[in-house]
């Protein structure tokens, strides 16, 4: 693993003084000291059955984990079940038909509600459509939609027939849906004409349309008609238009097929150490038991609740917490096309209102977001209904929790920060909040069932206080199986660095470091490989690098991260031309366009440092961390191993002369 961050930016600041959960909310929290005694985490890896019981199994699983090919575990192995029977089905059965399963908040303040009927019938008719357009068990069907209840529908259609889905965040650019479909041989597309970002109509389906141009198989694709008359679309070949689908398979019911329980749920692909992005396996018992269990025992959901993940299901957070989980358990899940700033600043907190939400979930980005526009808009909304706040995806520091506490949460609900990622399905650093006292900044400890180490380079565990890096000791139900593009890759980006095959000891490293306190508890600090987290979202800094080096001109890049306060990381981007002295604004505009095209909006550089030579090593590689340096205006660490020292003190002045 290439070592360039070092220790990763930050140090371990001391937590914000501890806070209980207060004693209404332990009272009718679902998990207590009762539930979590010692039995339970003594009782390894059996313990991890409560989750299962949350389930419902078609044919019971006989061995809870089976380790014999470590790293490739398997978890309740010989046990069948489906997941959309798990998430629909059988609450039919339980008598709640009419219970709100979405309700879905529209851009433009319009609302819908689907009870478990309504999606159950939905998804079947979805699905049936799906079978006549040829999909199969085990065929990949990748979806690239927005925020729209299609979009569960078609996830939940697939799991139903056992096609794994793929789902690209709308937001991605045409070039990452054919990369993503390529490499998933997938032949199947959901998509749509487009959808509304702020207030403008955006055009998806010109998007899909390029992307197929370079995917070698023909797809067959289902457009969703979001944007009606506002932009009209032609469907061509092999495309299929989803309201007629529904009519033509009106009232049909699909038989959940029985899957395996290590059999593929869903692939999601993520930002890796290299340009090629990742395409993590999930398989069907273990993650639907790890996601179900936590939403029960860590967001506290209950079936009667009305839960909002404010995430968008393209990434892991929304799989896991808006569809999954929730939905396992039979609540209503709150689903929002839109974004928190428009038409105003008041409208998540309408939506809390207006739905009398219970549990909130949030990263935090938006938690800083919120900080900076100021405690008026929650404040002249009626919040009482919240039980419960969470946050995913970024660390958060003390001043934020102690605001997202106060002004959203009423200085009451407890919070809980939750680590997790892509790869481990859900959550596995949180204080159960029913339990565990809160330390703002840190996640907390480690959930009953899972073991975290951090460990120093040679993987002994480091002192409290101490920065090492964020390892799991042992197996969880959600964790990956594999990678999508082979197992060799599987074992190299998480299990090399710090396991020892010859002693039978495996050690999955998350790529973060982090610090451990005296008591256990987890403080996250960031990234210690080429990835950089902006806004709660993985970026691969060499995809990036390969989009700006695309361009005609340019010889050399080199992506950092830049710590801005209060908007999180930015992306910087230092550049070397070939030959010209003088860049200019044509070119800066060209790189920037082009990322955007590449992979998408949210990658595109905050700043381009254009540089005639990046720093380098003796033996040429780029010494990102000096990078890092500049763009943080921190002391340039040692500089003599590079082979062009002088390049820093230019690169600061032309850095100095562009801003
Ligand atoms: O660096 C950690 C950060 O997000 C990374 C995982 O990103 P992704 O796979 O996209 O999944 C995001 C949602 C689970 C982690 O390696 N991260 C996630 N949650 C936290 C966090 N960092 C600090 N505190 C958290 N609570």
Redesign the pocket.
Known sequence: MDDRNGWGRGRPVPAGSPHSPPEWFVEQANVTDSEIDEEFTENWPDCWERAADLLSWEEPYDTVLDDSSAPFYEWFTGGELNAAYNCLDRHLEAGRKTHAAIRWEGKHGEYETYTYRDLYVAVNEFAAALCDLGVEEDDVVTIYLPMIPELPIAMLACARIGAPHSVVFAGLSANALSTRMAAADSEYLITCDGYYRRGDAFNQKSKADNAKLSVEADVETVVVDRLGDELPHVLGENEWDYDGLREEFAGETVEPVSRDAEDMLFLMY?SGTTGEPKGVVHTTGGYLAHVAWTSRAVLDVEPDDTYWCAADIG???GHSYIVYGPLALGTTTVMYEGTPDYPDRDRLWEIVDRNAVDVFYTAPTAIRAFMKWGEKYPARHDLSSLRLLG??????SPRPWRWYHEHVGGGECPIV????????GAVI??TLPGIDEMKPGA?GPPLPGIDVAIVDENGAPVDPGETGYLTITRPWPGMIRTLYDGDDRYRSEYWERFSDPNAGEWRYF???TAAVDEDGYVT?L??VDD?I?VS???LSTMEIESAITDVDGIAESAVVGRASKPNGTEIYAYVSTEGRSNPGDGLRRAIVENVESAIGPIAKPHEVVFTPELPKTRSGKIMRRLLEDIANDEAVGDTSALRNPEIVGEIRAGREDDT
Request: charged fraction near 20%; hydrophobic fraction near 30%; charge should be negative.
């Open positions: 993520t990434w892991i957070t946050s995913v995806g970024e660390p958060i920060d939750t680590w997790w990622q892509t790869e481990t650093v949180s996640a998350s790529g973060d996250v960031g990234r990835v987290n709660g979202r993985r």
